[in-house]
């Protein structure tokens, strides 16, 4: 059972332009929402996230929105950069495990052409 | 410099045979965690550790063993109990207080032959 689905593997992009990486949970009790990104051979480091109280954060060239109707969210990188290329996770988290507890979905691979 | 460290890198063994992963931090983080990842698949949670001498199975935890006698460390063992033991595996800390973002190292790749 995925409860955190990115439905898309992978993404290709052209530089400057705008990339948005999808993301779709079922369950209601996630709380908090996380983006990991990840080179080959190298552990995820730490984007962005967003708590279930807000519907956009944003840093920099990263914006994460969230649609707890629809109970789906999504990053936007404005603009791509080819280094922005490797492969990126949704998670999240609930109060039902204190929050301690992560559920990550597949991730997208991001190809961001020069 | 304060980081996670994996050890090895890349690591090889025989079917059948125990092996352990192992995991050092030194960013004074309390709770610690071992995931798994298999191609095209997410991370999925082994085990995890909010304080020392506390830990909780994850979704996949059958097969595999930790213990967390000191804060800096959380080494995972491979038992031959695990079918399916070739994966690259994962370990990350972050703060005590929940929701807090994990820091990942930078994973062993185990290949059982």
């Known amino acids: 059972d995925q409860q955190v689905k990115q439905n898309s593997p992978s993404l290709s992009v052209q530089e400057g332009r705008i990339s948005i990486l999808n993301c779709d949970y079922t369950n209601s009790m996630f709380d908090y929402f996380l983006w990991y990104k990840k080179y080959p051979a190298e552990g995820p480091t730490f984007l962005i996230s967003?708590?279930?109280?807000?519907d956009k954060n944003e840093d920099g060239r990263f914006t994460v929105f969230l649609n707890k109707s629809a109970k789906h969210l999504s990053l936007h990188i404005v603009p791509s950069q080819p280094g922005d290329s490797a492969v990126y996770f949704c998670a999240a988290r609930g109060i039902n495990t204190g929050g301690f507890k992560t559920i990550f979905g597949a991730g997208t691979r991001l190809f961001v052409k020069a | 410099d304060g980081g996670i460290t994996q050890s090895p890198k890349y690591l090889f063994r025989k079917e059948g045979q125990n092996v352990t992963l192992s995991c050092e931090q030194n960013l004074n983080h309390d709770a610690m965690y071992w995931y798994r990842q298999d191609p095209g698949q997410g991370l999925r949670l082994i085990y995890y550790s909010q304080i020392v001498n506390d830990f909780q199975k994850g979704d996949i935890a059958e097969g595999y063993s930790v213990s967390r006698e000191k804060k800096e460390s959380f080494p995972l063992t491979v038992t031959s109990a695990q079918k399916n033991p070739t994966a690259f595996y994962l370990c990350a800390s972050s703060k005590g207080e929940p929701y807090n973002e994990q820091f990942f190292g930078p994973g062993t790749r185990l290949t059982v032959l």
């Open positions: 967003i708590s279930s109280i807000k």
